[in-house]
């Protein structure tokens, strides 16, 4: 039982070139939340989704990053024309259609991609 | 040693001592809270938790206090050990769904 896929673990871009972020949720999860992670500082909120659609992109800027949760597939973190300050660690998480909490939350997340903006 | 609050980065503990933790969170209406452990390099990695209904959950040589008066959290390690040396965040849930709100983090260094 795999947890969940992120790739790649370290994308290297120039400034104004794109960046493409996959996520593979655990099997049977169809929730997906993307966070960022600057150096030395905790987790921020950037989207969550669900199966073809965006529930909440309130952590999202407004220009140049976009997500998806296609049906089939992954879910894919773009960053068009990546700037310096857009070098982070970006990681994904996964639930299942009922959180159940208490104990294990069931809330799992990957091992992140680490972009390096150059 | 203790921890006197996120502001604090580093908490220094001696191998078999016991570590708290402190988190102030920001949301009074919160009702589930978590505790990840990050490794160098890792993704955060599932501690304890705790719903806004306990003062007090146990685990395997953890425990997390949750104080709603002042919107307080902490994690307690019994026995720290090398392998609990990483960088500890508190989590609270903002919504319905799952959208966490993390703290800064606290980076605990064992010594031998």
């Known amino acids: 039982n795999a947890g969940v896929m992120q790739n790649p673990r370290h994308l290297v871009r120039r400034r104004g070139q794109e960046a493409r972020l996959r996520c593979s949720p655990m099997?049977?999860?169809?929730?997906v939340y993307w966070y960022r992670q600057l150096p030395e500082e905790g987790l921020k909120f950037m989207v969550y989704?669900?199966?073809?659609?965006?529930?909440?992109e309130s952590g999202m800027p407004k220009e140049r990053f976009s997500a998806e949760f296609p049906k089939e597939g992954p879910s894919i973190l773009r960053i068009q024309q990546v700037v310096r300050g857009d070098s982070a660690a970006y990681f994904c998480?996964?639930?299942?259609?009922?959180?159940?909490?208490?104990?294990?939350?069931?809330?799992?997340f990957g091992s992140g991609t680490r972009l390096t903006v150059v | 040693g203790e921890s006197v609050g996120l502001h604090l980065p580093t908490l220094s503990v001696q191998e078999g001592d016991n570590s708290i933790i402190n988190c102030a969170y920001s949301n009074s209406a919160s009702d589930y809270f978590i505790w990840y452990k990050q490794e160098s390099g890792k993704g955060p990695q599932f501690i304890i938790d705790?719903?806004?209904?306990?003062d007090k959950r146990q685990g395997q040589r953890v425990t997390v206090l949750l104080n709603k008066t002042v919107k307080h959290l902490s994690l307690q390690i019994a026995a720290t050990q090398p392998g609990d040396s990483a960088v500890y965040f508190c989590?609270?849930?903002?919504?319905?769904?799952?959208?966490?709100?993390f703290g800064a983090g606290t980076q605990v260094v064992v010594t031998p």
């Open positions: 989704l669900q199966k073809e659609n965006i529930i909440d």
């Open positions: 099997k049977g999860h169809s929730h």
């Open positions: 705790i719903r806004s209904n306990m």
């Open positions: 998480a996964s639930s299942p259609p009922s959180l159940k909490g208490g104990g294990d939350y069931g809330y799992t």
């Open positions: 989590a609270e849930k903002m919504d319905s769904w799952g959208k966490l709100q």
